[in-house]
């Protein structure tokens, strides 16, 4: 929404003119609507939110973030949430119910309908994260022995009540899936045509239980719109559509963001309306453990002690070895990160990755090396043994670094840990420490110290 927009709905809001108000925010974006709502005290914000029709007000609802919508649901009569709750698509409203307060869940499973309350129940007992949590029931169900001109008929008249018309599923009586018809294979058709004769029987499907970063895979791999879910017996059991992907996709995208950067969030508030506590708190306890590994480097440093003050220049490079070793490791790690969140790059591939990364490393650190030779030659008084010292070090540096940055994700991964966490913070924090003791062993080595 423009800013201009935002602005006349203030206005309209602040001047009491909610006929006016009502309108307009009915006549716009759904997206549009639960932003502006979002910004709102609130008092305002429950207020602009019954001025919505019924079913703009749900549509709207699934947008807005998690503590405004709490703020709502506290707002509004039993009446109006057991509405809101029957608007609501499934796997919406189970949304709603995982990400309220504890002491609010029960209020919202009260006043929902019976029938609703069983069925969010049964998908609340979804494994977090599974391709149950995500999927909604709401689907078209046709039958092979339809004629396309009925199937067209049931699809019309099942509009409002499914999460999407792309795409319907074929079954039988047992609710086996059989095949998927997609609803221009059906405008194509014939009216007297059969379902049967018509529809796809080589699809996509996911079970169930299956991890939803394989559901982000499918769709990805194969430009899906619509996937569904079945059962162990190949009963469908439910649909997962584009736009709750792009959802999933986000939170697994921020999530491993969240992990590269070692902060162990625990909220999906964005940031603004995170609380300073809740900052700190997330990112504290990682600091907390990199303070302590980084004191390691001191007592290297210690432990080296004699070699720099013999040849006080050693020092000054330092800063730059431990920067090169701890950027050179994280661009490998970010990487090999990457490759295996897209599904290219696996356990399998650890020796490919190692021999790359070595070729990588090869190459960058002699340019590196030839760099760092000529400038501490020509402006340290030809101190060639200096320059040796340190370009030896860098090489063996940078190629420790990026081995280490390659090989540490597929490991973690291999024993169960998020690969993620195996970032720049944690890369940097292992290529330091050895990136000291090596540049003082080769340093001791070369100068006779």
């Known amino acids: 929404m423009i800013n201009t927009e935002i602005a006349t709905l203030t206005d309209l809001l602040e001047a009491g003119q909610y006929g006016a108000l009502q309108r307009l925010m009915n006549d716009s974006f759904v997206n549009d609507v639960a932003e502006f709502i979002e910004d709102l005290e609130p008092e305002q914000a429950a207020v602009c939110f019954k001025l919505l029709h019924k079913d703009m007000a749900a549509d709207v609802f699934a947008k807005m973030e998690g503590d405004v919508r709490t703020h709502l649901i506290e707002a509004l009569t039993d009446r109006e949430v057991q509405n809101l709750i029957e608007e609501l698509f499934l796997d919406d409203a189970v949304d709603l119910v995982e ?7 029960p ?39 339809w004629t396309v001109g009925f199937a067209i008929d049931r699809i019309r008249l099942a509009v409002e009540d499914v999460a999407s018309i792309l795409t319907s599923f ?6 086996i899936l059989e095949g998927i018809v997609t609803i221009q294979d059906l405008l194509a058709a014939k009216d007297e045509q059969l379902v049967g004769e018509i529809m796809e029987t080589h699809y996509n499907s996911v079970e169930v239980h299956e991890d939803q970063e394989r559901v982000v895979q499918l769709f990805r791999d194969h430009d899906l719109v619509n996937l569904p879910v079945v059962d162990h017996e190949g009963r469908l059991v439910g649909l997962i559509t584009f736009d709750d992907v792009m959802d999933v996709s986000e939170a697994e995208v921020t999530e491993d963001f969240e992990r590269m950067a070692l902060v162990t969030t625990t909220t999906d508030k964005p940031y603004l309306k995170t609380s300073v ?31 720099f003050l013999a040849v006080p220049m050693l020092v000054t490079f330092i800063p730059m070895l431990t920067d090169t070793g701890g950027n050179a490791g994280s661009q490998s790690s970010t990487m090999i990160i990457r490759g295996m969140a897209v599904g290219e790059i696996g356990f ?12 990588i490393s090869w190459l960058v650190g002699f340019a590196m090396a030839l760099v760092n030779f000529a ?75």
């Open 99 to 105: 990400e309220l307060p504890a002491n609010v869940i």
């Open 170 to 175: 074929v079954t039988d009586e047992s609710r």
């Open 375 to 449: 400038r501490i030659y020509f402006f340290s008084d030809h101190n060639w043994l200096g320059g040796l010292a340190v370009s030896f070090a860098l090489i063996a540096i940078v190629t420790l670094s990026k081995i280490v940055g390659g090989a540490l994700p597929l490991l973690a991964k291999k024993i169960g840990m998020d690969p993620a966490i195996m970032a720049a913070p944690m890369i940097t924090t292992i290529v330091d420490a050895l990136g000291l003791i090596i540049y003082f062993t080769v340093a001791s080595a070369l100068l006779g110290i």
């Open 277 to 307: 506590w809740e900052h700190a708190r997330s990112r504290g306890a990682w600091l907390m453990i990199l303070m302590i590994s980084g004191m390691i480097n001191g007592l290297i440093l210690g432990r080296f002690e004699n070699a």
């Open 107 to 145: 209020r919202v499973l009260r006043a929902a309908k019976p029938d609703t309350r069983a069925r969010l129940n049964h998908f609340l007992n979804y494994k977090e994260d599974s391709a149950g949590s995500v999927m909604t029931p709401e689907f078209m169900r046709l039958k092979k022995q």
């Open 348 to 359: 399998r591939d650890f020796w490919s990755v190692i021999w790359k990364e070595l070729r």
